[in-house]
């Protein structure tokens, strides 16, 4: 990590998608962008709260919204 430190929030969005917890993960990132989604990481973060819905979906056998999901997070994560 070295000199940089993360927010725990973001890190908290990577140990609940890590345990497959990804409403969990979800819920936690949305937390840190909501108040900043204005911002210069944008589209980042609601990038990585897209996917970790579309694997909400994906677990309730919904094909049909995760794949509409998956494309969202193509979309916003692509210039990353």
């Not at 709260?49 to 309730?60: D, N, R, S, T």
Request: hydrophobic letters at 40%.
């Amino acid at each position: 990590m070295g000199d940089q430190e993360y927010d725990p929030l973001y890190l908290g969005y990577f140990e609940c998608f890590g345990g497959r917890r990804f409403f969990e993960a979800r819920e936690v990132l949305e937390a840190l962008w909501l108040p900043q989604r204005q911002g210069p990481n944008s589209a980042f973060y609601k990038g990585l709260i897209q996917l970790a819905g579309a694997f909400v979906h994906w677990q309730k056998n919904r094909p049909g919204p995760a794949a509409a999901l998956f494309e969202s997070t193509q979309a916003n994560l692509r210039k990353y």
